[in-house]
């Protein structure tokens, strides 16, 4: 069994909401916002956790970079096709495609805030 106690030092350790690492891709616009909203306040917590790096290395896994029906989480401050392309895999479109619309909205609005 591999250790996590990392975790235990985490900016998500006993956060009120720990959904707000997961998001749906949503075709109606509000929800669209919402879930953008809520992965920009997941990505901003993770740009200063102490434990990012570990945390991305255990996002990395195959088993955390899964997309099942829309759904995906945030690991290390990456969403999950974004892990997905770290590790160099691009065989898998539907990871790609899947997410490509909350990708470019979170993205868009991360430059704004952070530049």
Known sequence: ???????AEGNCNQHPDPDLWHYQNS??????ELQVLRSIEAISLC??????DKCLE????DENIQFWGGS???????LT??????????????????E??????VTAKLAKLYG
Do not use: F
């Open 72 to 78: 995906g989480t945030i690991w290390g401050g990456l």
């Open 1 to 7: 069994m591999r250790d996590i106690s990392w975790h």
């Open 27 to 32: 075709m109606h616009a509000d929800e669209q």
């Open 100 to 105: 490509q619309r909350h990708r470019r909205n």
């Open 47 to 52: 740009r200063v956790c102490p434990v990012k």
């Open 81 to 98: 096709s974004e892990r997905y392309k770290l590790r160099g895999n691009r065989d898998n479109e539907q990871i790609m495609e899947g």
């Open 58 to 61: 255990e996002g990395l896994r």
